[in-house]
């Protein structure tokens, strides 16, 4: 009898891990996403604030 009654509280846990996994990995992708764009940003804004300097300096 208890085995009956704990077998929707297995397949409900089973359910929510499976939805979680998926879920988990789904935003890792998008962050890691938004990572490459920012650090591509960040070095995107050093090279100019270098060029910046540069075009002052020979001036």
């Known amino acids: 009898m208890p085995a009956i009654l704990a077998l929707p509280v297995v397949v409900v ?3 929510w891990a499976a939805y ?3 879920f988990v990995a789904q935003l890792r992708e998008i962050y ?3 990572a490459q764009a920012d650090a591509q ?3 995107d ?3 100019r604030h ?3 300097h540069a ?3 020979c001036q």
């Open 13 to 15: 846990t089973a359910i």
């Open 50 to 52: 270098c060029q910046a």
């Open 20 to 22: 979680t996994d998926r």
């Open 32 to 34: 890691n996403r938004r």
């Open 41 to 43: 940003s960040l070095a």
């Open 45 to 47: 804004n050093q090279y």
């Open 55 to 57: 075009c002052r300096d």
